[in-house]
C-alpha cells in the first residue's frame, strides 16, 4: 500500500504538470491537497514520506483524531468538510485552511475562536456553482455581500474561491463551472477590491479541465489513496 501511495502521488503530480503545461501555466502556480477523508493515518504518513505536506480533511473528529496521530510530522491540515456550528472551535484550531465557509456566522465563530498566538486562518467560501437545492455553498447571488463581511474579521485571511460543481460526463462541458468560479474571483476582487489569490477546485476526475481553468489549489483522494469504502 505505501509503495502504492507513492507511485499514485507521482502519477497525479505528472497530471497536473501536463495539464499545467498544456494550459501554458507554471506547475508550481497549482497546490495539490491530498483528500485523505477516511484513510488512516499510516496512508497519510505514507504519503508524507513520498513528499507530500499539504492534506484535506471532511470530517471533525475522523480528522483531530489523525492531527494527533501524526503531530510530529509537517503536514498543513486544509479542512473541505461541511461545518457544523459546534464543530468550529475544533476546525478553527487544528487546520491552517478551511475551504467551506458558506455562511457568515460560521466565519464569525472561526474568527473569534482562532487563538490568539496562531497566524489568520485561511478561508476560501464555498460557492453553489450549480445552483442545486441539496449541495452546500453560498449561492452566485449571495456571495458578494458574503465575502465583503468575511473580508473584515481579524482573525481570518480571505483567499479566494472553492467549488464542487455536479459531476459532468461529457468533458466537453466539465470546464463551465471552473471558467464561472474563475470570472467569479475576478469579478469579485475588483467589484470589493479585494486580492484573493486561491481557485481551490478540481478532484480526482476533474483536475485537468480544473487547471486549464486556472485553479491554484486541486483537491485529490482517490487517484491518490485509493477508493474510499467508509463515509462517517
Ligand atoms: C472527497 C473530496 C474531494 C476528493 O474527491 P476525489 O474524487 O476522491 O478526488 C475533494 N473535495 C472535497 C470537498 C471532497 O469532499
Redesign the pocket.
Known amino acids: 500500500v505505501v509503495s502504492s501511495i507513492a507511485s499514485k502521488l507521482q502519477a497525479v503530480k505528472q497530471r497536473i504538470e501536463t495539464a499545467a503545461q498544456q494550459a501554458g501555466r507554471e506547475q508550481n502556480e497549482i497546490q495539490l491537497i491530498a483528500?485523505s477523508?477516511t484513510h488512516p493515518a499510516e496512508a497519510i504518513r505514507a504519503a508524507y514520506e513520498a513528499g507530500q505536506r499539504v492534506f484535506?480533511e471532511?470530517y471533525v473528529q475522523e480528522a483531530l483524531d489523525k492531527i494527533a496521530q501524526l503531530a510530529s510530522l509537517n503536514i498543513e491540515w486544509h479542512f473541505?468538510?461541511p461545518i457544523q456550528s459546534n464543530k468550529t472551535r475544533a476546525i478553527a484550531n487544528a487546520f491552517n485552511w478551511v475551504?467551506?465557509v458558506d455562511r457568515l456566522k460560521i466565519a464569525q465563530r472561526l474568527s473569534e475562536q482562532r487563538a490568539e498566538e496562531l497566524p489568520a486562518l485561511n478561508i476560501c467560501v464555498q460557492i453553489n456553482i450549480s445552483g442545486e437545492s441539496t449541495k452546500s455553498g453560498v449561492s452566485v447571488d449571495e456571495l458578494p455581500a458574503l465575502v465583503e463581511a468575511i473580508a473584515l474579521l481579524p482573525r481570518l485571511r480571505l483567499r479566494g474561491l472553492m467549488a464542487?460543481p455536479q459531476p459532468e460526463k461529457d468533458v466537453s462541458k466539465q470546464g463551465l463551472p471552473f471558467a464561472q468560479l474563475r470570472q467569479l474571483l475576478a469579478g469579485i476582487n475588483e467589484q470589493c477590491k479585494l486580492q484573493m489569490d486561491t481557485l481551490s477546485m478540481g478532484?480526482?476526475?476533474d483536475m485537468d479541465v480544473a487547471i486549464a481553468e486556472g485553479a491554484t489549489m486541486v483537491?485529490?483522494?482517490?487517484?491518490i489513496f485509493g477508493q474510499?469504502d467508509y463515509r462517517r
Not at 219 to 223: C, E, F
Open positions: 483528500v477523508k484535506g471532511s473541505i468538510g475551504h467551506s464542487i478532484m480526482s476526475d483537491r485529490v483522494g482517490t487517484d474510499r
